[in-house]
């Protein structure tokens, strides 16, 4: 098993993607909330912050939880079996520094003295020419979803990080950053307990031309991109089928 990485970041890979939607006639909406999703007819209307549309088949790439938030018609018997279980959040500070910190790409952080669970100095797995000179290292950090991690402003979290970054790397001092980043997602990390397989739900639902896909379906694996990618294409070959 090999660990690989797309030259110049993922971007390019969602940006194509983006791109043959396109082609294909579809379109991409970014930064559209979905207001209402309801079955009319045999057809399904989508109402969002962007204007309404109506389809033969919905994808929901929602945790399951929120597909059934989202879709009250979904009965009590699927709600039971799948609106179900926990997850963490994820948060990702990105720092872009004047110079290499480390000799490691990949570092765990297993105390709990420390507010970050992973230092990932990127560029020393992919070259700084590939971004522009930077030298990038991430602080990455999985939460319960109330934790205050994520309603923090990103200088709230580097105030906080900065000490224990220190710690571990007495040469770094906050001078060195040129430019940072904050990302956080909910539901980012399935908690998967002994019961955790009888809950995973089947791509389609018992409401025609209603199907999920979200990460709490990668099963046995663990989150990743790769894992989405097959979970897709399984999901393709189902419709199409």
């Known amino acids: 098993t090999q660990l690989g990485y797309m ?16 082609q294909a006639g579809g379109k991409v909406l970014l930064g559209t ?11 399904w209307r989508i109402e969002s912050s962007q204007g309404s549309w109506t389809f033969d088949r919905v994808v929901s790439t929602f945790p399951t939880r929120l597909t059934c938030r989202m879709i009250p018609a979904l009965p009590e018997s699927y709600r039971a079996q799948y609106d179900w279980g926990q997850a963490y959040g994820a948060h990702c500070l990105i720092l872009s520094v004047s110079k290499k910190l480390t000799d490691s790409y990949w570092i765990n952080i297993c105390d709990r003295g420390y507010p970050f669970t992973g230092l990932f100095e990127h560029t020393n797995f992919r070259l700084p020419a590939e971004y522009g000179g930077r030298h990038l290292l991430y602080l990455g950090s999985y939460r319960a979803m109330n934790d205050p991690l994520f309603t923090m402003s990103k200088e709230e979290v580097m105030a906080e990080y900065f000490p224990a970054l220190k710690r571990i790397i007495p040469a770094f001092d906050e001078t060195l950053v040129t430019e940072s980043w904050a990302f956080h997602a909910p539901f980012a990390q399935p908690i998967v307990t002994t019961e955790y397989k009888d809950h995973i739900p089947p791509l389609n639902t018992p409401l025609e031309g209603l199907w999920v896909a979200n990460m709490f379906q990668v099963y046995p694996h663990d989150r990743g991109q790769n894992y989405s990618l097959a979970l897709a294409e399984k999901l393709v070959k189902q419709l199409l089928s």
């Not at 030259?7 to 396109?22: I, M, T």
């Open 33 to 43: 909330r979905v207001e209402k999703v309801e079955q009319q007819n045999g057809r």
């Open 7 to 22: 030259r110049g970041g993922f971007q390019h890979l969602y940006d194509s993607l983006a791109e043959h939607v396109q």
